[in-house]
């Protein structure tokens, strides 16, 4: 998987983007519902570990924070499971293993992308979801969570349609996106993205994240979205910071997505 550009967000000083979200945090407390705000964590873009998955998954792991990866099947195989589970270590427990897309390639002439979109037939759609599904089964066994997170958090009607037939049990997606899901296949969307919000300057990214993480917190429900391709040494101190602030956060409840089904 080849590089990705790094937000600008992250293209600044470690204390500097802590220093002035410890004022901010501070606030927060008064935007979560008295109910309180169900947390989860979703990594996207799955194939195989190397220096930046490795510093993601550490993060995760020093905070003893659940993670749900969407592993792309056709960039999975049986060397990269190996890598992955060594990375992972023994304990499994802290990570939802799920389908993610068949190739992760855009089939769409026009428009927003889709790996799954309007113009394909029903048929190549249920096949590769198929063909994708039986591959993780295998290689993960056990470990393979019947969740399908769909390329760019889109796909078609006919597409989870065909994710109902073929027995998965939930699909989790950007926040209000259409068309709606089946009442039979529920959806866990992420409503904060880390690591692709497009803002021009570090101090735009950040006050957009903050934004984003107000908006969420306020719903109730706060998914995050992570890309480790796009990760910098900045992103991987924050994301520490970040999973700690969480847990030490009354009112903000760490969640498994299995769990959320």
């Not at 983007?17 to 799955?46: M, Y």
């Not at 992308?113 to 759609?125: C, L, M, T, W, Y």
Request: proline fraction near 7%; charged fraction near 25%; charge should be positive.
């Amino acid at each position: 998987m080849p590089g990705r550009p790094v937000s600008a967000i992250w293209k600044n000083n470690i204390s500097t983007l802590t220093e002035n979200f410890d004022l901010w945090w501070s606030n927060l407390e008064k935007h979560i519902p008295q109910e309180g705000c169900d947390v989860f964590f979703r990594a996207d873009d799955i194939g195989y570990p190397g220096k930046q998955f490795s510093a993601m998954i550490s993060a995760f792991k020093k905070n003893r924070t659940p993670l749900a990866l969407a592993v792309v099947p056709a960039w999975f195989n049986e060397n990269h499971r190996d890598l992955l589970f060594k990375e992972l270590g023994p304990d499994l427990d802290l990570w939802s293993l799920h389908q993610h897309g068949y190739r992760h390639m855009n089939h769409e002439k026009q428009g927003k992308k889709f790996e799954f979109g309007p113009s394909r037939e029903a048929h190549v759609i249920h096949g590769e979801l198929e063909r994708g599904k039986t591959k993780l089964n295998r290689l993960l066994g056990k470990h393979f969570c019947p969740l399908f997170t769909p390329p760019w958090n889109r796909c078609s009607a006919e597409t989870m349609k065909c994710l109902v037939e073929l027995g998965f049990n939930a699909i989790s997606r950007s926040t209000n996106v259409s068309p709606q899901p089946p009442e039979n296949l529920p959806d866990i969307p992420v409503n904060i993205d880390l690591h692709t919000i497009k803002e021009s300057s570090p101090q735009k990214g950040m006050k957009t994240l903050q934004k984003l993480i107000i908006e969420a917190v306020e719903s109730g429900h706060a998914g995050f979205m992570l890309h480790h391709q796009r990760m910098n040494k900045t992103s991987q101190l924050f994301l520490h910071y970040l999973l700690g602030k969480i847990n030490n956060t009354p009112g903000l409840r760490i969640k498994d997505i299995r769990n959320m089904l």
